[in-house]
């Protein structure tokens, strides 16, 4: 690493402990001013020093925290989303670290009003590190820090065809792209053994892990245009075996990141691919927050929803909620309810035509010109306010907030058997098809099942996360609606 280089991560660490220490500061003049204790004596607590060293002490290991989940690395500090999940970590942890402390230390002087300031610390310390580090992800993104730290990989390509030759050529002529050197499979008998601009080429594709051992690649591209679902779907799990991060490469994607973020890029799309975590514990965490989620939803929306209800039964004849049978998790059906955003209709001429979007291969998102929507749901349907009641359909467990979108039961008579890979976790209000696949032009229902299965073989509370983070522009904008 360059003395540059150097500086700048010195400058971001800096600036990391400025705003850990002006949380700190904030939250204690805060709490222990005469104002607050005035106004509300739970609320306010006096100044004691051994509660301000313990605090800024624990703030300081956030620190290493930062560091172990990633945080100095060049590419997560271009990503300001990717910063913001592991700040809220980092801080969690931080949180649980401190709760077990005072736990055991139940004599120290500052135990008294813990609860306070370890809230307050976390969600200001929150606040403000993510705000530094929103000017640092664009310092760095204008090459203004770190210009010379791009990271260098080795790297294994599945497919030496015509898009793995545009794949060399830009590891050839793209030194941002990151790449130091490349090595080729392909099931072709005339190209094994040969190179391709240089890369040699190695033969099976079904031997990729022994493959990455070999190589001592650091990442797996699978660079193939013309290949059966079914078949790209095996290759891609052998791959992931591997360990190593796995990208899909595909003229009829966009780059999906693991923070769900659609990219443009002059190559064909990449579909980023992160190692399957199926844990119980992750499953439980999801169903908590669901859970809790949707219990502060209802309170929060209960007058704002009242309202709702009154303008969609004044606006036409019939009732304020509409239900229909959906298709859930392992298959099994439940109804999911929604505000009425249409005149009354027996809907056979829509389902009708549904059905010969779907045999045409075409993504099945409801049509926004459909002569039957009111128009206050018209409005509803674009900023997705429609589906606030699916918030009990969360509460009830036959859905949660984030997860594919929940299908009809002709629908899925059109899906492939891969398809079916989408029920193994509970569908969701919003997922990555609502942020992401909303913005591919002529989305079809295999692009559409691939968004869909990619989350159900990646779950984790984290990537979560960074879908509702995603969503909230989506809705605020109004490109909602599913």
């Known amino acids: 690493m360059s003395d540059k280089g150097n500086s700048s991560r010195i400058a971001i660490v800096l600036a990391d402990c400025i705003a850990l220490a002006l949380a700190v500061v904030v939250v204690f003049a805060l709490r222990t001013s005469e104002f607050v204790r005035a106004f509300s004596p739970k609320a306010g607590a006096e100044f004691q020093p051994d509660a301000f060293y313990f605090y800024a002490a624990t703030a300081l290991l956030l620190l290493p925290l930062f560091r172990l989940n990633g945080m100095y690395r060049y ?29 055991f230390w139940k004599d120290a002087p500052f135990t008294e009003s813990a609860r306070g300031f370890i809230l307050g610390f976390g969600g200001f310390g929150i606040l403000v590190t993510a705000l530094v580090r929103y ?48 090595w080729f499979v392909d099931d072709d008998p005339q190209k094994i ?7 040699p080429i190695y033969g099976s594709v079904d031997n990729i892990a022994s493959h990455a051992i070999t190589t001592g690649a650091d990442e797996i591209y699978i660079v193939i245009n013309t290949i059966e679902h079914d078949r790209l779907m095996e290759i891609i799990e052998r791959a992931k075996r591997t360990g190593l991060p796995v990208k899909i490469l595909s003229r009829r994607f966009y780059l999906v990141n693991q923070d769900g973020k659609v990219v443009q890029d002059s190559l064909p799309a990449m579909l980023q691919l992160s190692a399957p975590l199926y844990i119980r514990p992750g499953m439980i965490a999801k169903r908590a927050v669901d859970v809790v989620g949707a219990l502060l939803a209802i309170v929060l929306l209960l007058i704002p929803g009242m309202i709702i209800a009154i303008l969609v039964k004044l606006s036409s004849p019939g009732p ?13 059906p439940f109804r999911m309810y929604k505000f009425r955003t249409m005149r009354p209709n027996d809907g056979a001429e829509h389902i009708q035509k549904a059905q ?16 039957r929507i009111t128009p206050i749901g018209k409005v509803l349907r674009k900023y997705s306010i429609d589906e606030l009641p699916q918030i009990v359909n969360v509460l009830t467990g036959d859905m949660s907030f984030v997860g594919p979108r929940p299908c009809l039961a002709y629908e899925m008579e059109s ?63 109004g490109r909602g609606g599913s």
């Open 75 to 103: 590419k997560v500090l271009t990503n300001w989303l990717e910063q913001l999940v592991q700040i809220i970590k980092s801080f969690l942890t931080i949180a649980v670290l401190q709760i077990i402390i005072l736990f």
């Open 135 to 182: 000017g640092i992800s664009r310092l760095v993104r204008a090459k203004l820090l770190l210009a010379d730290q791009i990271e260098m990989k080795r790297v294994l390509v599945v497919g030496a065809g015509r898009a793995g030759e545009k794949f060399a050529l830009r590891i050839l002529n793209d030194p941002e792209f990151g790449i130091e050197t490349a």
């Open 193 to 199: 053994g040969t190179a391709l601009l240089g890369f």
């Open 320 to 332: 304020v909620f509409y239900s229909s049978e959906r298709i859930g998790k392992g298959g099994r």
């Open 356 to 371: 010969e979007r779907l045999k045409q291969g075409l993504h099945m998102g409801k049509v926004e010109d459909d002569p």
């Open 415 to 477: 899906f492939d058997d891969w398809h079916k890979r989408r029920f193994m976790v509970l569908p969701g209000l919003t997922g990555l098809w609502q942020v992401t696949g909303r913005q591919l032009p002529n989305l079809g229902l295999h692009d559409a099942m691939i968004l869909d299965v990619f989350y159900a073989d990646n779950f984790t509370i984290w990537l979560d996360i960074k879908i509702l983070l995603r969503t909230i522009p989506v809705v605020l904008f």
